[in-house]
């Protein structure tokens, strides 16, 4: 199969490609990505000599561009992950996600209609369903829970969906969706809360935790959450929503904390600074269905995946420092300066 992983330089999109160069030697992978601020060629330094791959610099929004690169491919399969991807950045400036989340997808699949793909993976996220209450642990995300969004990112991830739904209704797109729950793992962009916190926490920077610190994520290690993509792209049933999650429910601070422990680094380091505006308090993910019908279950727990993770970026300082210096400090400012 010819497959087209778009987002590909990003921190889930470069992991799904190391994985399905080495689970499927049989395939041909073109990966594409507008190398945004959160793209970063390096992510994918580790597969540039393999001839089953090939990287194509290019915007998902340019409908010309996109239509010739699939006349010319001619892709058995599209799994989209390119997108505008962190909340904070949504509160400030929605306009792009709504451009890259909503019209980016719209123009592959009209691409993927026109040139005979056989099948769409669009690659969404539990926040579509918006929150959970604290202090109903019985609770959880099924596919069935209604859309229900919170900021500008999680609204641009659920127009999406809904589109995709009215491709595969309308024009009858082969398509699957994938929701997943908060990743953590290599190469993830230093401004979401994992690998902020690591880098503050090395370099005895405050560690900024909003609010009180008690709003919960369900965290998966991203190799989990690339392998269940690759079961439901290949073997999902057509039109299907999958969850995707592990039962690793943790507060921030919690998950705050276990970083300081393992660094060896005191929680005086902790400052509680202003909440994030509409903050989610809750996401917990049912998996069953992807269990029951596709025989999916995570690999890792979080007490090795964090402990992995961290030593992963304590041993890649120079990939962290590269990105932290020049722009990543002037949003940094603009973040966190007056908070
Ligand atoms: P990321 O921000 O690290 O990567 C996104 C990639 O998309 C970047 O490489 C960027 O350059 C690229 N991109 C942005 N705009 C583009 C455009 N117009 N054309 C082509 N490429 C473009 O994000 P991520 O964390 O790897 O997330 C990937 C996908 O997974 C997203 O769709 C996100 O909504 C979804 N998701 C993420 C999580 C998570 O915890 N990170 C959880 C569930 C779902
Ligand atoms: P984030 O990694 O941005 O993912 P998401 O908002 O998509 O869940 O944030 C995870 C949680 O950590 C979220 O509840 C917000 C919180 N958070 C902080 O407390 N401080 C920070 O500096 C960041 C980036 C996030």
Redesign the pocket.
């Known amino acids: 199969m010819k497959i087209l992983v778009?987002?590909?330089?990003?921190?889930?999109?470069s992991n799904f490609v190391y994985q399905q160069l080495a689970d499927h030697p049989e395939d041909q992978i073109v990966a594409?990505?507008?190398?945004?601020y959160?793209?970063?060629l390096k992510n994918l330094d580790g597969c540039k000599d393999n001839r089953q791959f090939s990287f194509v610099k290019?915007?998902?929004?340019d409908r010309e561009a996109i239509y010739s690169l699939f006349e010319k491919e001619r892709f058995d399969l599209v799994v989209?992950?390119?997108?505008?991807?962190?909340v904070d950045r949504s509160i400030e400036d929605p306009e792009i996600f709504l451009q890259?989340?909503i019209i980016?997808t719209s123009v592959l699949m009209d691409a993927s209609l026109k040139y005979g793909v056989k099948r769409f993976h669009q690659?969404?996220?539990?926040e579509v369903y918006g929150d959970l209450p604290l202090e109903r642990k019985d609770l959880f995300f099924t596919e069935e829970t209604p859309l229900h969004t919170s900021s500008p990112y999680s609204s641009s991830?659920a127009s999406a969906d809904l589109l995709v739904g009215a491709y595969h209704r309308t024009y009858g797109l082969d398509t699957t969706i994938s929701r997943?729950?908060?990743?953590y793992g290599p190469y993830?962009?230093p401004e979401?809360l994992i690998p902020l916190m690591i880098h503050n926490a090395e370099h005895d920077i405050p560690l900024p935790v909003y609010g009180k610190g008690l709003n919960v994520r369900d965290w998966l290690h991203v190799s989990d959450?690339c392998r269940a993509i690759d079961l439901i792209m290949r073997n999902g049933r057509t039109g299907e929503v999958y969850n995707v999650g592990g039962h690793n429910e943790r507060a921030n601070i919690e998950v705050v904390k276990t970083i300081l422990k393992q660094l060896g680094k005191d929680e005086s380091l902790i400052t509680y600074v202003t909440d994030r505006k509409g903050h989610d308090l809750r996401y917990a993910i049912d998996p069953k269905k992807l269990e029951s019908e596709l025989g999916w279950q995570p690999q890792y727990t979080f007490d090795t995946g964090i402990k992995e993770t961290i030593e992963w970026y304590q041993q890649h300082r120079g990939w962290v420092e590269e990105i932290t210096s020049g722009d990543y400090m002037q949003y940094y400012e603009k973040m966190y300066g007056n908070r």
């Open positions: 778009t987002g590909a330089a990003g921190f889930i999109g594409l990505d507008l190398l945004t959160a793209g970063n290019m915007d998902i929004r989209n992950f390119a997108a505008e991807s962190h890259t989340n980016g690659v969404s996220t539990d991830k997943c729950s908060n990743n993830q962009f979401k959450h």
